[in-house]
């Protein structure tokens, strides 16, 4: 018996068969169009974790330049004061001297301001040595679970694609068993109703959008002399009591 020969209630069940591997072909592509964009979150995050982690290093090294400075600072200082105490020895009225001693005493005073900033510089040096190392310990943990992530993401597209390959396969089977107007109106549907191109009545409403369903639908339904469609999302409907 040739294909355009079979009854209708007979390319229904085919139908009804293809749809169920269209759903999980559907459902593979749509994985693994969505795993991608979670390992692309995944990474996105890891990244975020290292810019913060090149903050903090930025911010130590920035921290420790002005520290430097300020003991290079600290030195010229000294050597001023030391420089100053030595040359009071050679001055040869008291007046030069009293104003070496104020000279030397703002000198100081400017000293005790340089200490000052650089005792604090070391307790910033510390916070930020501190911050940086507990977020070396993140990153590192952070970069392990991307990659086993990563790994997993990887292992499951594969298996999704393999899984795609058997079941299109097995598609291409039963599409030949299948009248070309009836294979081509149901992919139609199919593509614009996300992966749902026939469905069965439930309760004497479309499967698909849940519209109920008149009298007459149902009773042209019974007949099986031509495809019926829901009104309302033109998705094909059968009865599964029937088939």
């Not at 294979?183 to 849940?210: A, H, Q, T």
Request: net charge negative; aromatic share 4%; with cysteine.
């Amino acid at each position: 018996m040739t294909v355009a020969n079979q009854n209708l209630k007979d390319q229904i069940r085919k139908l009804v068969d293809l749809q169920v591997m269209d759903e999980e072909i559907f459902r593979f592509k749509r994985e693994l169009r969505e795993k991608p964009a979670e390992l692309e979150a995944l990474k996105s995050e890891f990244e975020s974790k290292k810019t913060t982690l090149k903050g903090l290093e930025d911010k130590l090294k920035a921290i420790q330049v002005v520290q430097k400075e300020l003991e290079l600072d600290l030195k010229v200082k000294e050597e001023g004061i030391s420089k100053a105490d030595g040359s009071l020895s050679l001055l040869k009225t008291n007046k030069e001297y009293q104003a070496r001693l104020l000279e030397i005493e703002n000198m100081k005073a400017d000293r005790s301001i340089v200490e000052e900033k650089i005792l604090l510089g070391y307790d910033e040096v510390d916070a930020a040595r501190k911050a940086l190392e507990a977020e070396k310990i993140t990153v590192v943990q952070y970069e392990k679970e991307f990659n086993a992530k990563k790994k997993q993401v990887d292992d499951d597209v594969a298996v999704i694609g393999d899984q795609l390959k058997v079941k299109e396969s097995q598609r291409s089977r039963v599409t030949p068993e299948i009248r070309p107007d009836y294979l081509s109106r149901y992919e139609r549907i199919l593509n614009n109703k996300d992966g749902l191109g026939i469905v069965k009545v439930v309760d004497s409403s479309c499967g698909g959008c849940f519209m109920h369903l008149t009298e007459q639908v149902l009773n042209e339904l019974k007949k099986y002399e031509q495809i019926i469609a829901c009104d309302m999302c033109a998705r094909i409907l059968y009865l599964a009591d029937d088939l």
